[in-house]
């Protein structure tokens, strides 16, 4: 009814047209329709593919790649594996590919990103499982949850406390937080097939991990860009005073001489120290460094947009999840209450 309220209203009676029409505006509507119909805790159709509809009553627990992975370190250590290194080609051996810096990740057959050991929760980062590798530690496999606590219809889960109306918990909630934005949230977990708090955090994770790296990247490209500029004026500088320096030298560092040329030889002295400091032997070509300033400058405005966009979905999908957690906090606040009660 609201569906058809909106697009009614976008024209007046008299057929002037006030609503401007463009590509994909039945889309548009059809949110701003879904939004107020959750606002007002009205039902929502789901689209699904034709394959799809059809009654479901139970849902089959459903492993995650974060579980999946946890469960092939568990299986590697139990065979203790000689080193680090060692541990990771048997990682390689069971399909993952792994990317090794400053923090291991790998991503295993059909997963879009890849996962960092220290994002895997406790016993799985990756001093951790260097300690269990040198008989330091003990490795203690997780507990995988029963299907009974896993909130497999999170969406379903949701919107039903929301249809309560006037349930105890639902009303503390409302009057607390803001009703749209878990409107939107409840969208959000819709548009993204999102079905369980654990692919929730999955995602979280995992958006979170994609930003950082984009971010880690792009720093470090800002970094090697204000060494090389640094270096270029350095070699600049030693090669236009050394004649200056020389004539100094010669002249038996005369103090004469030093006041009359003080800017050139204070240039070519700090020129040098930045050279013995960086532990150079050889100089590098102006030209060379002229070259690799160039393409960070390239691979830096090319890592821009794509770590905007990570940082939209990181943004939106951690927000989905402070709200999905403090939705449920609130409804388990209320339980323990009344049980007090």
Known sequence: HIHNHIIYNSTTLDGTRKFRDFFFSGLAVQRLSDLICLEHQLSVIEKKPYRERQKRITYPPRESNRDRLCGVIDEILQQKPTDYEDFLQNLEQQGYEIKRGKYTSVKGKGQKRFIRFRTLGEGYSEEEIKAVLAGKAEHHPRQKQSPKEQPFQLLVDIQAKLAEGKGGGYERWAKKHNLKEMSKTLLFLQEQKISSADELKELADAALSHYHELGDSIKAAEQRMTEIAVLRAHIVNYAKTR??????????????????????????KAAKAAFNESGLKKLPKVKDLNAEYSALLTKKKALYPEYRKARDEMQDIVKAQKNVELFFAEEKDSKQVEQIR
Not at 244 to 261: I, P
Request: aromatic letters at 16%.
């Open 243 to 268: 004649p200056v320096y020389d004539a100094y030298r010669k002249s038996g560092y005369s103090s004469k001489f030093l006041e009359a040329h003080r800017e050139e030889i204070t240039l070519h």
